[in-house]
T-cell receptor, first 112, second 115 residues
Framework: AQKITQTQPGMFVQEKEAVTLDCTYD???????LFWYKQPSSGEMIFLIY??????QNATEGRYSLNFQKARKSANLVISASQLGDSAMYFCAMREGDKIIFGKGTRLHILP | EPEVTQTPSHQVTQMGQEVILRCVPISNHLYFYWYRQILGQKVEFLVSFYNNEISEKSEIFDDQFSVERPDGSNFTLKIRSTKLEDSAMYFCASSAPSGIYNEQFFGPGTRLTVL
């Protein structure tokens, strides 16, 4: 069974608009961590934001925020004021034991 | 800012050959990982390494794979006899003391092409 589900294989968004990338997860552990990574066309994996299961507030990092709804097991990434440089693949991921489990990703295209 | 480095950035090899992918984790990190990403697919965990031994490995990490920390700075992934299906991007990652709240820092990846 999939642990991380990203239902949007691709998205097109107009520059300067906000965008929400969906992510749901499945775990029975009460303590877990959720991540978002960005992978531009050059291939590297860039850490964006982290949310701990016990964190009281939604994580924010600059233009990135994580809409964490624990009861729904969702951890959507919100990018405000999108820029052309945001065009990339975005992976939602969860820490499980020593490893990180990744979703299949969402390819985001920012249109000028 | 400290970062994970990987060499080479791209390696081309013939099927059946041995390859060694090299990584230099962030210097004060204690946990090391290899992941791979077949073109167009998601990133998959291969192995984690701590205190000079494997702490966890996936089904992908069979007898053809091995990892080593030959000195205080390098962390290597060896594939003994490469197959076509080993063609992928291989990412090294490292983290400080493990735990749910410690992020893993990824290197830029090595693209392995097996011909």
């Amino acid at each position: 069974a999939q642990k991380i589900t990203q239902t949007q294989p691709g998205m097109f968004v107009q520059e300067k608009e906000a965008v929400t990338l969906d992510c749901t997860y499945d775990t029975s552990d009460p303590s877990y961590g959720l991540f978002w990574y960005k992978q531009p066309s050059s291939g590297e994996m860039i850490f964006l934001i982290y949310q701990g299961s016990y964190d009281q507030q939604n994580a924010t990092e600059g233009r990135y925020s994580l809409n964490f709804q624990k009861a729904r097991k969702s951890a959507n990434l919100v990018i405000s004021a999108s820029q052309l440089g945001d065009s990339a693949m975005y992976f939602c991921a969860m820490r499980e034991g020593d490893k990180i489990i990744f979703g299949k990703g969402t390819r985001l295209h920012i249109l000028p | 800012e400290p970062e994970v480095t990987q060499t080479p950035s791209h390696q081309v090899t013939q099927m059946g050959q041995e390859v060694i992918l090299r990584c230099v984790p962030i210097s004060n990190h204690l946990y090391f990982y290899w992941y791979r990403q077949i073109l167009g697919q998601k990133v998959e965990f291969l192995v984690s390494f701590y205190n000079n031994e494997i702490s966890e490995k996936s089904e992908i990490f069979d007898d053809q794979f091995s990892v080593e920390r030959p000195d205080g700075s390098n962390f290597t992934l060896k594939i003994r006899s490469t197959k076509l299906e080993d063609s992928a991007m291989y990412f090294c990652a490292s983290s400080a003391p493990s735990g749910i709240y410690n992020e893993q820092f990824f290197g830029p990846g090595t693209r392995l092409t097996v011909l």
